[in-house]
């Protein structure tokens, strides 16, 4: 590992905006908060794949990845990301390197795919990734990176977040820093307005910025940058003129927040999309945010008369729905901030959470499931695929949120199963995402499949004599008279 991702890792590890991170002593801070990968532990994300997903949703940049193929493989379509307009950041670009790079080198390679990429597809920027082969064999991407950006008259963004840095989530906050160290503040907006915030951590995940972008438009805020969800180069890059910032999905960027705060003094807070109420609260805080920061103070009261009319359609809407869900019990297996928002949205539909898992939430996380839930919470820190099953068999759950991994263990047991993670469908944000996560839990609760395939087969009602007559009787059968 070079000695400026060493001392990269060790500034992102001391992070003001985290609480437990500051309650350690200067020793156990630079350690982090997650355990190194141990070889063939990548399967739940690599620091490249995290830096990878963190940025991708810049939509109008050329994303390379310096590395062998398999490193760059579909990551550019298994999250749903959504783009209104460039569709750059869905082409796969690497260097695809071989074994006589390993030997001799490949930043001539990566040289000549940066050249290649301009004279082609001429983005805004070009975003390039360190992989574990060119980390290893020493390929120096800063200095590439810088002499491109000189010939070619293009900024050429560095990402220096090999898969043997850690895990997925330090590969968040390497590509957070790529940003604010390359891109944040290098340009100036067109116009800038005292309603102009930027969110920060939402990758616009099949749509779900879109559904939260009218109620802020209705209101007159203006995102001026959305990091890194439909996002565009020009807009990062002058993303230091917004008054306020959100921070969504928990902590995995919080850097970003934090660092626009000190050298910019952007005040941020942290909200959720899911539900009702999170989602008023969330608009409260950023009518907070900036009439603290110069907003005419009217943008409170038109925020809470747009809450009212929101939140009465909303009620309206599901109020069947909570009438059939009451008492259905839920085992919600997923992670960071959906941990414990998505537990209050499913509250406000009438359902039980039965559980809800842990393993890449925080202290603060926690503490909301808590608050949530209330102190006889269920939190799964790290459930095996047995207990999983267990738990649906044993009917404590009658239907499981989870990601696409864990899926084929309750469809094992017999029991409904709906995506609640980034590779789902259907938006989930805002009062219309409410809505519509909801009406599908009630389709997948009440599909009528689930009788027929829990009825028994036709040949277990029937007499087992006639289904496979003992050795006894075959004998005497096949005996001569």
């Not at 309206?316 to 019990?329: F, S, V």
């Amino acid at each position: 590992m070079s000695a400026s991702l060493k001392a990269k890792i060790a500034d992102v590890f001391d992070e003001p905006g985290c609480d437990k991170n500051q309650a350690k002593s200067e020793k156990e801070r630079k350690k982090g908060c997650t355990k190194q990968l141990t070889p063939g532990a990548a399967a739940g994300g690599c620091a490249f794949d995290g830096a990878k997903i963190a940025l991708q949703p810049i939509v109008d940049v050329a994303h390379l990845v310096h590395g062998p193929i398999a490193c760059e493989g579909n990551s550019w379509d298994n999250r749903h990301s959504a783009s209104s307009g460039p569709t750059t950041y869905r082409t796969g670009f690497t260097t695809d390197i071989n074994e006589f790079d390993v030997i001799y080198g490949a930043e001539k390679r990566l040289f000549k795919a940066i050249r290649e990429i301009v004279d082609k597809v001429d983005p805004p920027a070009v975003f390039v990734y360190q992989t574990c082969v060119t980390g290893l064999i020493g390929d120096d991407i800063e200095a590439v990176c810088r002499r491109a950006t000189e010939k070619f008259g293009k900024p050429v963004i560095p990402v220096n977040a090999p898969g043997f840095a850690g895990p997925k989530n330090l590969g968040n906050k390497l590509g957070a820093e790529a940003l604010l160290d390359y891109v944040v503040g290098t340009m100036e907006p067109e116009r800038t307005t005292p309603y102009d915030i930027n969110i920060i951590g939402e990758y616009n995940l099949s749509g779900e910025l879109w559904q939260v972008k009218p109620l802020l438009d209705a209101l007159g805020v203006r995102v001026l940058s959305c990091i890194s969800g439909d996002g565009r180069y020009r807009e990062v890059a002058s993303a230091h003129r917004a008054r306020a910032n959100m921070m969504v999905c928990s902590k995995s960027m919080i850097n970003i927040a934090t660092k626009m705060q000190q050298r910019w003094g952007i005040p941020y807070f942290e909200g959720s999309f899911y539900g009702i109420s999170d989602m008023s609260t969330t608009l409260r805080e950023i009518a907070r945010l900036l009439v603290e920061q110069g907003a005419p103070a009217d943008l409170k009261d038109r925020t809470e008369a747009l809450i009212a009319a929101e939140e009465a359609r909303a009620w309206e809407r599901i109020r069947a729905y909570r009438e059939r869900l009451a008492g259905k019990r839920v085992l919600l297996i997923t992670g960071g901030v959906k941990s414990w928002s998505v537990v209050s949205a499913l509250q406000e539909a009438g359902l039980e959470v039965v559980g809800t898992s842990v393993k890449k939430s925080t202290k603060e996380d926690k503490e909301k499931i808590k608050e949530i839930m209330g102190d006889d919470a269920h939190m799964i820190d790290d459930m095996t695929p047995r207990q999983m099953y267990a738990m649906l068999r044993e009917a404590r759950a009658d239907i499981m949120l989870s990601g696409g991994r864990s899926q084929f263990v309750a469809l094992k047991a017999r029991m409904p199963w709906m995506d609640i993670n980034q590779e789902r469908h259907h938006a989930f944000a805002g009062y219309e995402g409410m809505i519509t996560m909801i009406a599908e839990i009630d389709k997948a609760l009440f599909n009528p499949m689930w009788q027929q395939v829990r009825a028994p087969a036709p040949w277990e009602a029937m007499d087992p004599l006639l289904v496979a007559p003992d050795a006894a009787q075959l004998a005497a059968e096949a005996a001569p008279a």
